[in-house]
């Protein structure tokens, strides 16, 4: 296999090189996102409820707050809560616009729906990149594949005489690109697929933290 990638590479051109180091780059990308991605969810799925009974068990706001803040995606829905529950206050005072007609749970709602979409969007954070290279990869490779088979038979046609061994070679070296596409886009589809799994689950205890923290601000909003 080395030495058909090494014929294979010194007899390719210019076009070749680029799509090899294409299908490199996408690798270096896909990977990167991958152990990044791990690490987040992992430490997301051991902290999670360890965390979230030290925020309810706080001795006010600001302390739990501070004890939030090792879960990013938790901290931002907490934090557009309280801007929610700020604004429902700044509503009672204020007249002639538009959210004056809402209850105020409705409104909280609002700022704990645009939280969770943010927290969301944040954890989701290269999945369209990993999605990207999955299906792309491999017809970045078919294309080296195709190019090199055509360069390959474009150098055979100066020959006098053909044999198979001569069409049989430069055509399977130039399978590598083949070979090195799906190399790149397996890892990529096999990732995104597990990942999102993973957020589902992740996205449905947020949401039931979202329902926690509406109950609490409706609650401080009727002690006020």
Excluded at 10 to 36: N, P
Excluded at 52 to 75: C, N, R, V
Excluded at 143 to 154: D, K, N
Aim: hydrophobic content about 50%; aromatic content about 10%.
């Amino acid at each position: 296999m080395t030495t058909q990638f090494t014929n294979f590479w010194q007899s390719s051109d210019t076009v070749i090189h680029s799509v090899f180091w294409v299908l490199v780059l996408m690798s270096l990308a896909s990977w990167t996102i991958i152990l990044y991605k791990s690490w987040e969810l992992s430490q997301l799925r051991m902290r999670a409820a360890r965390v979230m009974q030290d925020f309810w068990h706080a001795e006010d706001w600001q302390s739990g707050m501070i004890k939030l803040a090792t879960l990013p995606a938790y901290a931002l829905l907490a934090q557009a809560g309280e801007k929610g529950q700020q604004w429902v206050q700044s509503q009672k005072q204020s007249q002639h616009q538009l959210a004056d007609g809402l209850p105020a749970s409705e409104l909280l709602v609002q700022a704990l729906r645009g939280g969770l979409n943010q927290a969301n969007s944040r954890l989701e954070a290269g999945q369209t990149m990993l999605a990207s290279i999955g299906s792309t990869a491999p017809f970045v490779g078919l294309f080296g594949t195709v190019w090199g088979i055509y360069h390959a038979l474009m150098t055979i046609s100066g020959s006098q005489q053909i044999a198979l061994d001569q069409i049989a070679g430069p055509v399977g070296e130039a399978l590598i690109m083949t070979a090195l596409g799906l190399f790149v886009a397996i890892p990529a589809v096999l990732a995104y697929n597990g990942f999102n799994r993973q957020l589902r689950l992740v996205s449905s205890e947020l949401d039931g933290f979202a329902h926690d923290l509406h109950l609490y601000f409706v609650s401080k909003l009727r002690q006020g």
